[in-house]
């Protein structure tokens, strides 16, 4: 299949880890895959953006996992190409389902386009947001 982005990650995101499985071409073309696992709390966040700007990583990909995903969006989509997707459209087959097989499997999704992102609504500016007690029409 072809390749589209040929430096991507997908992520597999929990309450307390994410685990990152970035993409980037390796010797005569064929890919490499480098897992990592960091924390949620925001100095590990800021490390996952350093490394994945390091690598020079284009297009990261994650399920929609509760509200989990949201500080990772909000950090990364300045910085590459956030794709957030529903957790039923990446479903693996089943079996043995472990947190680096899944990060493994969006990451490969990704790399050959076979992802669709969530619709995520724009935020509302501060210019729009109205006061408390203040009525709108």
Same mark, same amino acid.
Request: proline content about 6%; some cysteine.
């Given at each position: ?7 991507? @990650?997908?992520?597999?995101? *929990?309450? /307390?880890?994410?685990?990152?499985? +970035? ?28 490394? %994945?700007?390091?690598?020079? @990583?284009? *297009? ?22 956030? +794709?957030?997707?529903?957790?039923? *459209? ?12 899944? $990060? ?5 999704? +990704?790399? *050959?386009?076979? %992802? ?11 210019? @729009? ?5 203040? $009525? /709108?029409?």
């Amino acid at each position: 299949m072809e390749i589209l982005y040929a430096r991507c @990650c997908g992520l597999d995101i *929990h309450k /307390r880890t994410v685990v990152a499985c +970035l993409f980037v071409p390796g010797a005569e073309g064929t890919p490499t895959k480098e897992i990592r696992t960091f924390g949620t709390m925001t100095n590990d966040l800021l490390a996952l953006s350093e490394w %994945l700007a390091a690598a020079e @990583c284009s *297009h990261v990909a994650m399920e929609s996992t509760g509200v989990f995903w949201k500080p990772i969006y909000n950090l990364l989509e300045s910085s590459f190409g956030v +794709l957030v997707v529903n957790a039923q *459209h990446v479903k693996a087959v089943p079996g043995r389902k472990t947190d680096v097989r899944d $990060a493994e499997w969006i990451g490969d999704l +990704l790399r *050959h386009g076979l %992802l669709r992102a969530s619709f995520i609504p724009d935020r509302p500016s501060a210019s @729009c947001a109205s006061s408390p007690g203040t $009525a /709108r029409p």
